[in-house]
């Protein structure tokens, strides 16, 4: 127990009856967060050093609504409601979105590939308000554009608009197990 390789490797984790995943790259989480193992598993992310919280985290029977273990704090996902945001997501970035702010404040603006249209969303949660607008959401917003897509992330709870984040990540494959 005190090699710290081993305590690295299970600070962020996905455990599952046949297996222990990698959770700490954004693609990893994107993953599980799209295609939630078979119950019961458990989903932990340590977000300090040393932070024991594997065995705290709670066991999910259910792929529909789950919890994440998150430092001291759990994170509750409906996976429906996540689903639809991605869809919403990536149907607003299918348009061009730097055409359409350049279109209306008439300011050539670049907008990066598969960002969330929230404000912010970082690895460990480090910040709340997680589900604030990015400005150029807002924009669009105010134009009335993509209303019905606009309708699916504002029914997102903060903890979802934190996963949405992941799930937004190029190229999210499986990892490979944990070989202990």
């Known amino acids: 127990m005190a090699d710290n390789r081993f305590q690295m490797q299970l600070s962020s984790v996905v455990i599952t009856p046949k297996a222990i995943y990698p959770f700490a790259k954004k693609i990893d989480r994107g993953f599980f967060l799209i295609n939630p193992p078979e119950p019961p598993f458990a989903m932990?992310?340590?977000?300090?050093?040393?932070?024991?919280?594997v065995w705290r985290s709670p066991l999910n029977l259910n792929s529909r609504r789950f919890q994440i273990q998150?430092?001291?704090d759990r994170v509750a996902i409906r996976h429906s409601h996540l689903m639809e945001a991605v869809s919403a997501a990536k149907s607003i970035q299918a348009c061009d979105i730097s055409a359409a702010i350049t279109a209306i404040t008439g300011r050539k603006t670049k907008i990066?590939?598969?960002?969330?249209?929230?404000?912010?969303?970082?690895?460990?949660?480090a910040r709340s308000r997680q589900n604030e607008w990015a400005w150029w959401a807002l924009l669009l917003r105010k134009?009335?554009?993509?209303?019905?897509?606009?309708?699916?992330l504002d029914e997102l709870t903060s903890d979802e608009a934190w996963a949405l984040d992941f799930c937004l990540a190029d190229d999210i494959k499986k990892p490979e197990p944990i070989s202990l």
Do not use: I, W
């Open 44 to 53: 932990v992310v340590g977000v300090s050093k040393q932070q024991h919280v």
């Open 112 to 125: 990066k590939e598969n960002t969330s249209p929230f404000t912010f969303s970082d690895m460990k949660s």
């Open 143 to 152: 134009e009335g554009k993509h209303d019905a897509e606009f309708k699916a």
């Open 70 to 72: 998150l430092g001291d």
